[in-house]
């Protein structure tokens, strides 16, 4: 089973940008379904973006398609949420997750604040 850790939050004002990166330990880092995650303020937690195992099939929720884009580097046992034209309802706790066999494990997650 692996463990994760996310890094990269921050504040950020409208129209930046901001990498998130989650870091995985364990083995078979590659077999994992990874995903992005999101909790703003009062709200409740809501996919943002997946990515399979094997060939890397990414999706994407409808409000942060085309400003976020979300990579795998295996090698590295690291997923990454590349998040461009943030606006301030992005302002959440982001987790990753990795999914496998129908067991899922959370990270700690990274705050991101978007506010001039």
């Known amino acids: 089973q692996v463990q994760l850790v996310e890094s990269g939050g921050g504040l950020v004002q409208p129209g930046g940008s901001l990498r998130l990166s989650c870091a995985a330990s364990?083995?078979?880092?590659?077999?994992?379904?990874m995903g992005w995650y999101r909790q703003g303020p009062g709200k409740q937690r809501e996919w943002v973006a997946s990515i399979t195992s094997g060939v890397g099939t990414t999706n994407y929720a409808d409000s942060v398609k085309g400003r976020f884009t979300i990579s795998r580097d295996n090698a590295k046992n690291t997923v990454y949420l590349q998040m461009n034209s943030l606006k301030p309802e992005d302002t959440a706790v982001y987790y990753c997750?990795?999914?496998?066999?129908?067991?899922?494990?959370w990270g700690q997650g990274t705050q991101v604040t978007v506010s001039s």
């Open positions: 997750n990795a999914a496998r066999w129908g067991s899922v494990t």
């Open positions: 364990g083995s078979d880092f590659s077999r994992y379904a």
